[in-house]
């Protein structure tokens, strides 16, 4: 049984470009959601996807977008990078759409300069 | 609102030292009730979870019991291992949400 995935590990990126982070569920896992963990502080919840379709959003702008393909990986873009995107960023799998039995993956690290 | 409040650190102990970490949570309902870990470099592990009051997770050595009257989840072990150095999480979940609202962090450093 994999884990999650995460690719790539670390990223530097210029400020007003955009990104692509990718992330593979683990096997058996239907959902996938993304956090943000700035430097020094707890995750944040960004969005999850359930099916293909987004279930559920945090307080993220819609620069923030994600997909989910029918394999149930997911990618996670950002438009217009600002420096304050610069942060770790957490893809975890579970098998329900509650968030229960996450499983994380060892995320991406996004530095913008 | 709904938040979790873990004491912050960076805290360093001795190896074999006793370990407790402070979380508390405001929340509707009963949420479920999360310890995380990070290691240097790494993702989160879960490491302990409650799913109602009076609970007591436990694992590794670590354990937490959901105490409702006090809206706590304190973390503890009795006798920590330099492999015990980590960033703790404590989080907590809403019944059917989809969203982990996670603490601050707090760094552990273990001497040897």
């Known amino acids: 049984e994999t884990g999650v995935t995460q690719s790539p590990t670390h990223l530097i990126k210029t400020r007003g470009q955009q990104v692509t982070l990718r992330c593979s569920s683990q096997?058996?896992?239907?959902?996938v959601s993304w956090y943000q963990q700035a430097l020094g502080q707890g995750p944040q919840f960004i969005f999850q996807?359930?099916?293909?379709?987004?279930?559920g959003r945090g307080n993220f702008p819609p620069r923030f977008s994600g997909l989910q393909f029918p394999n149930y990986s997911s990618e996670l873009n950002v438009n217009a990078l600002e420096l304050d995107d610069s942060a770790l960023y957490l893809c975890?799998?579970?098998?329900?759409?509650?968030?229960?039995?996450?499983?994380f993956g060892s995320g991406t690290r996004l530095t913008v300069v | 609102g709904n938040s979790v409040t873990q004491m912050e650190g960076p805290v360093t102990l001795s190896e074999e030292a006793f370990l407790t970490i402070n979380c508390t949570y405001t929340?509707?309902?009963?949420?479920?009730l999360f310890w995380y870990v990070q290691y240097p470099g790494e993702g989160l592990q879960l490491l302990l979870k409650?799913?109602?009051?009076?609970d007591k997770g436990s694992n590794k050595g670590f354990e937490a019991t959901y105490r409702k009257e006090t809206t706590s989840f304190h973390l503890e072990k009795g006798s920590v291992q330099v492999s015990d150095s980590a960033v703790y999480f404590c989080?907590?979940?809403?019944?059917?949400?989809?969203?982990?609202?996670f603490g601050k962090g707090m760094k552990l450093t273990v001497n040897p």
């Open positions: 409650a799913t109602k009051a009076d």
């Open positions: 989080a907590r979940l809403r019944g059917g949400s989809e969203k982990l609202v």
């Open positions: 975890a799998s579970s098998p329900a759409i509650t968030g229960d039995g996450y499983t």
């Open positions: 929340a509707t309902g009963y949420p479920s």
């Open positions: 096997s058996g896992h239907n959902t």
């Open positions: 996807y359930y099916r293909e379709e987004e279930n």
